[in-house]
């Protein structure tokens, strides 16, 4: 179930699914009309929950970027060591080769902090075994990997910088709050109103719907980030993108 919902609904099939819900609420549900009092409340809390959210919104679009740049800075130190290998013999060189594709599948696949680490160790423990001829450029190859690892840990200190649950306690309380008054609002008993008002409605539960799939990584966007990764396995290593 969080499956479909997270990845195999668009944003544009929930806006039409909303909207239609909260049009027959709006149209249904008994209208109320509020004293000053309650009107300075809703005004007080709309600005509350515009308040908080807009920043943890920047900071989720901040982090899909900024992993985008991480991924990529990775596929491009990936490519450039995969490179630094072509002049080895062939069997050494697949089996090295192998070993980065396994690696990038991993990552792909898993799509998690710290998934991918057992195939990527295997590419370190290979280069301190390996006793031969090539030393030189494997021991090349075994820098490049541990001055990548920089990109790896900022990859996880990303990946865990999701919304955190007591944020989403306070944003639902706050958007339950906003919600309710929308809903129940007395302004008219026009078509018009109530269009206006199931719009609204959409739209603040669109942006908490953004919100967690941008935390989640469920994004657009954020599924996008793991194009570089894609183009090199799908290419094998000739491509970036």
């Known amino acids: 179930m969080k499956k479909l919902l997270l990845e195999k609904i668009r944003l544009s099939q929930y806006f039409i699914f909303l909207l239609v819900i909260f049009g027959l609420l709006v149209a249904v549900v008994p209208e109320v009309t509020f004293n000053s009092g309650a009107l300075t409340l809703f005004s007080v809390n709309s600005f509350l929950y515009g308040f908080y959210i807009a920043p943890i919104l920047a900071a989720q679009r901040s982090r899909i970027e900024e992993l985008h740049r991480i991924v990529r800075a990775e596929a491009n130190a990936i490519f450039a060591m995969v490179l630094s290998v072509k002049k080895l013999p062939k069997g050494l060189r697949n089996e090295i080769q192998e070993m980065f594709l396994e690696y990038l599948r991993a990552s792909i696949k898993q799509r998690r902090a710290g998934e991918g680490e057992k195939k990527y160790e295997q590419l370190i423990s290979f280069c301190l ?5 090539h030393q030189e450029t494997i021991d ?7 001055t990548n690892q920089q990109n790896r840990t ?24 906003t919600l309710s008054f929308v809903i129940l609002l007395d302004a008219s008993s026009g078509v018009i109103y109530q269009l206006l008002a199931a719009m609204l409605c959409t739209g603040l539960t669109m942006l908490l ?13 954020a599924k ?4 570089p990764y894609k183009k090199l396995v799908e290419s094998h290593f000739h491509r970036i993108d």
Not at 129 to 133: L, N
Not at 209 to 221: A, D, G
């Open 224 to 227: 996008q980030m793991w194009d």
């Open 154 to 177: 900022n990859f996880t200190m990303q990946m865990n910088n999701r919304v955190f649950s007591n944020e989403w306690m306070i944003m639902l309380v706050l958007f339950s709050v």
């Open 209 to 221: 719907v953004i919100l967690v799939k941008m935390s989640t990584l469920t994004h657009k966007k």
């Open 140 to 146: 090349k190859l075994l820098d490049k990997l541990v």
């Open 129 to 133: 075994d390996y006793k031969g001829e």
